[in-house]
């Protein structure tokens, strides 16, 4: 089944805490991306990544690192998280093409920092 | 990237037909229109795509004028499970990174 898979669902975790959220797909896609959603503010991107050691900023890049060492994950990381990213995280995969606006969305990763 | 406008929220009954409309009025020529659909603490899921005239699926139809400024998602005989914000994007082959979902439109379908 074709489908982009994040871990962990729910995390919990204290202020400065390192910590990473991990994205997997298994469609073969180049195209990679985290986005944060907040009540009021919809979804924002926060980094994307069209192939393996390529990534870019998105709109919201601060309090965030990505890497693409391999083609199929895409993790998040949060190397001092503050309460301010206490949001709902989605990872998203597709692939380019000329109409490659199908993305494929992860189940998201409830963050809390306290 | 075109900017797209599209209602903050409709209601509707089960059974009902519901038709969004989002206006894209700077489309450029390559671009293409995606509709999402979200439900709660969920994440969008594609419902269909189209670059003109008329697309239809087993989940929606999508209508596309010769002008292309606007377009309509079609929703027929919704249901309950319908319920969902429903978010209209504008893009092109190599912007999929800078993809923006606006607010969407919450759709809500009551008994």
């Known amino acids: 089944e074709a489908q982009v898979t994040q871990n962990p669902r729910y995390l919990i975790t204290v202020t400065g805490k390192k910590l990473t959220v991990t994205c997997s797909q298994n469609m073969n896609h180049e195209y990679m991306s985290w986005y944060r959603q907040d009540p009021g503010l919809g979804l924002r991107q926060i980094y994307y990544?069209?192939?393996?050691?390529?990534?870019d900023k998105g709109d919201v890049p601060e309090g965030y690192k990505v890497s693409r060492k391999e083609k199929r994950n895409f993790p998040l990381i949060l190397e001092s998280p503050s309460p301010n990213q206490t949001s709902l995280y989605f990872c998203a995969s597709n692939s380019p093409g000329r109409s490659n606006t199908e993305a494929f969305f992860g189940q998201g990763t409830r963050l809390t920092v306290v | 990237l075109a900017k797209t406008t599209q209602p903050i929220s409709m209601d509707s009954y089960e059974g009902q037909e519901v038709n969004i409309t989002c206006s894209h009025n700077n489309i450029a020529t390559n671009d293409y229109i995606t509709w999402y659909q979200q439900f709660p603490s969920q994440g969008p899921r594609f419902i269909i795509q189209g670059y003109k005239t008329k697309v239809t699926n087993e989940v929606a139809s999508l209508f596309i004028p010769a002008d292309r400024k606007s377009s309509t998602l079609s929703l027929p005989r919704v249901s309950l499970s319908d319920t969902a914000v429903y978010y209209c994007?504008?893009?092109?082959?190599?912007?999929?990174?800078?993809?923006?979902f606006g607010a969407g439109t919450q759709v809500v379908v009551t008994p």
């Open positions: 990544s069209m192939n393996v050691e390529v990534t």
């Open positions: 994007l504008v893009g092109v082959t190599d912007s999929w990174g800078k993809l923006q």
